[in-house]
């Protein structure tokens, strides 16, 4: 984990330089596809998934080197030729994965979340889960395993992988002439992202397109038909933890009240949007018109958004904090300043979605933090880091205040026009 969390203080810099491009592209050509509070909630997205990685919060039901150990037919030299082919098994693998995630109602929980934005730029490409806590990818990659590829070659290409994924999620690059036949392309990855019907679970592939042409999953982008992003049924939230456990949670609701038990075991592994047919009686539920202009967007003056700023400047100096002296802090210590950043992310998130209970939330939370960062166990912070200590101290005196302050108003999620 001190490795990952090496990796990212190089690649979070070099993603962020990305962003900042694309905007002020958008700006001074005005083609803008960013927005204020879309913005900051995907880059939140983004925080929460590093920081639930760098801490390891999953469950390896079966992990690459035990099916390499069980069923690999010889040993293999790492030469270019493999490291290719490793790279061509892990894209088939996220294939059919991905595919699993837009078919079976249970795995799109995971993956909801980073189709959740309304808008279309690099900034979604960090909306990624934090709800995949049980392991079993390595399943796809028994043809890698038959073959004997090495399980430090499969690492180190895995996020290698996942990060040559980021390009392509932006509005500004249109077709790409051949390329259109060999890789996934900005055009096609805007299908992807697109819930109009024709474009639903389409181009699934991650970084070759030849997999969708070869099982019948692509779709062009057409002229005739601008993609609207986001999902049918809308999150209508910027708290990134609350999104990620949406689906589950629909789930739940109506296995619960459903009367036939076969249909409560039976909707965890039905299609994707599969509801009992009491349920959906008793609770219909209205997918999204395919329309760009009903996107959630609440109202904000210029206070709110200074303290929507504030907040996420704060997580991010939390974070890097986090990142940049992992290797030396203690794993209890790890666990607990993670969770004190997620459970901060999810405060100030609700609060800009004007739930009526996050003020009080907020209070909470800013006593939790002031507690954490004056109690004994942790004084060798202020011994270490007296800067950067006394800014946090002030940080959550500061959210402790901004709570107080949001109970005086009146909280309502008025949508822009």
Known sequence: MEAYAAVLLWVIPMFSILLVSEFLYGHFTKKQTYTFMDTIASLSSGISMVIKDALGLALILISYPFILKNIGFWKQESTLILFITAFICIDFAQYWIHRLAHKINIFWNKHMIHHSSEEFNLACALRQSISNIVAFNALFLIPAALIGIPSDIIMVLTPLHLFAQ????????????????????????RVHHAINPIYIDKNLS???????????????ELEEEPPVYGTLKQSNSWNPIIINYQHLWGILKDAWYSQRWEDKLKIWVMPTGWRPQDVEKMFPITPRPVNDSLKYRPFYSSQWKFIAVFHFISQVIMLFFFLTNFGSLETSFRLSFGGLLLFSIFGFTSLMDFYKWAPNYEIFRGVVGIVFFLIPYHQFLEQKYPIITFYFVIYFIMTLGIGFWSKTKELNRKLAI
């Open 206 to 220: 991650a970084i070759f397109c030849v997999w969708d042409r070869m099982f019948g999953t692509f779709q062009e």
């Open 166 to 189: 980021f390009w392509y999620h932006t509005r500004h690059i249109g077709k790409l002439g051949f390329l259109e036949y060999i890789l996934v392309t900005p055009s096609q990855h």
